[in-house]
């Protein structure tokens, strides 16, 4: 009886928060329009996914910084892309933290580094976003623009990956294995064979670039270069990959590409990829 009753309560939140934050038909075709990878989704899961965005905003906080003027159209083209990863998931993984804050360009952050000779040093660099543990993703909306799948760059789709990577602690590469989503055989052991495998080809083919060959590679490279600098780096990066440029990542990465498809539950290349064994 009581789950009965829990089950109701969480219909009637859930269709409470759909009424007071519908998406009108033309602003959420408009959004469709300029993300190409979301209109290759079939007709039922870009339903799904409009909801969800829906619930989404109804659930976070969005403000702006630097004098930005925050409009409807910047908090659905954000909300999709961060509800993309969890469509066939739960919006739960986003639990515990309500804030989207949005700059105008990129911004400036300040983390403790620790050199090869245990000195640590409080340094300063320029971000296009920044998801903290607990705490809000922080996006910049010129960057968040730069996403028409001529490349695999997504910083919306990068930072809330890192946000499900953070459900289990720190971002490391290993995000949560859920049973109820995920099949027996997508293990943390499955996990590890794959995914370190993949990180660890990648950085030694990061390594092995020549200085003067690097400014061709960064170009060239499906998979950004800086995906090398840490595990959750590459897993935030290849998130990216999958869902914005999903063939190219299938071709050139595919064992890694069917970890990711089993993973996120969604084969956005159409390969069959959530069959693999």
């Known amino acids: 009886m009581l789950s009965k009753l829990t089950r109701w309560f ?8 759909l009424r007071s934050h519908p998406i009108p038909d033309a602003l959420w075709h408009e959004t469709v329009e300029r993300l190409p990878f979301l209109a ?48 066939n998931l739960d919006l739960s ?20 580094v620790q050199d090869e000779d245990g000195v640590v040093h409080e340094v300063e660099q320029d971000a296009s976003g920044e998801a903290w543990e607990g705490g809000p993703v922080i996006l910049s909306w010129e960057d968040a623009q730069m996403t028409d799948g001529r490349d695999a760059y997504n910083v919306v789709i990068h930072e809330f990956a890192h946000k499900i990577d953070m459900v289990n602690g720190a971002a490391d590469g290993y995000p949560p294995l859920f049973r109820r989503w995920h099949a027996p055989h997508l293990d943390a052991q499955a996990w590890a064979d794959v995914f370190e495998h993949a990180y660890d080809q990648f950085c030694a083919r ?3 670039v020549p200085d003067r ?27 990216e990959a999958l869902f914005v440029r999903p063939k190219a ?25 959530l069959d693999a064994p």
Not at 10 to 17: H, K, N
Not at 55 to 74: I, N, P, Y
Not at 214 to 237: G, T
């Open 213 to 239: 060959a690097w400014a061709r590679f960064e170009r060239d490279s499906l998979i950004d270069p800086y995906a090398a600098d840490h595990p959750s780096e590459f897993f935030a990066v290849c998130s």
């Open 10 to 17: 969480d219909d009637r939140r859930r269709d409470r928060a």
């Open 93 to 112: 993984l986003y639990d515990g933290w309500v804030g989207v804050v949005v700059y105008p360009g990129e911004f400036v952050i300040r983390k403790t």
């Open 40 to 87: 290759a989704l079939p007709p039922d899961a870009l339903g799904r996914l409009r909801e969800l965005t829906s619930l989404f905003v109804a659930k976070k906080s969005f403000s702006t910084a630097h004098g930005l003027e925050l409009t409807d159209a910047m908090i659905v083209a954000i909300a999709a892309q961060a509800c993309l990863p969890v469509l």
């Open 249 to 273: 990542f299938e071709s050139e990465f595919p064992e890694l590409y069917r970890l990711l498809a089993r993973y996120y539950r969604q084969d956005p290349a159409g390969t069959g990829a």
């Open 206 to 208: 990061v390594d092995a």
